[in-house]
């Protein structure tokens, strides 16, 4: 399985852009998908994840703002982030927890839930 993500750019603080995350081989449906960001000098931080029982968890940063959603036809996961901050400022890694099972209760907070990971998209908020 890979997982290509796209979507990211330049935007105004105020304004919105829109990830998406597309997988190729495996089935998408049985898989956890979350998102992550990391900004230069600190630790990969947790942004959104939803189950594949559609169960969604968000940081606390970006709760209110960002909307995770997925497309399982297209095999696609998105993240919709609206109200942008310079703090937002980023690289943006979506990821797959491959051993997901429906009935499963998983903290998709934990970095280590994921074995599966994406190249990274920029994403940078002017002031």
């Known amino acids: 399985v890979q997982l290509q993500a796209s979507g990211g750019g330049l935007v105004q603080a105020g304004g919105s852009l829109r990830l998406a995350c597309a997988a190729s081989g495996g089935t998408f449906s049985r898989y956890g998908m979350g998102w992550f960001r990391q900004a230069p000098g600190k630790e990969r931080e947790f942004v959104a994840a939803?189950?594949?029982?559609?169960?969604?968890t968000y940081g606390d940063s970006v709760k209110g703002r960002f909307t995770i959603s997925r497309e399982n036809a297209k095999k696609t996961v998105y993240l919709q982030m609206d109200s942008l901050k310079p703090e937002d400022t980023a690289v943006y890694f979506c990821?797959?927890?491959?051993?997901?099972?429906?009935?499963?209760?998983?903290?998709?907070?934990?970095?280590?839930?994921?074995?599966?990971w994406g190249q990274g998209t920029l994403v940078t908020v002017s002031s």
């Open positions: 990821a797959a927890h491959s051993r997901a099972i429906l009935t499963g209760i998983y903290d998709y907070t934990d970095i280590k839930m994921f074995d599966i």
């Open positions: 939803i189950g594949r029982n559609g169960r969604i």
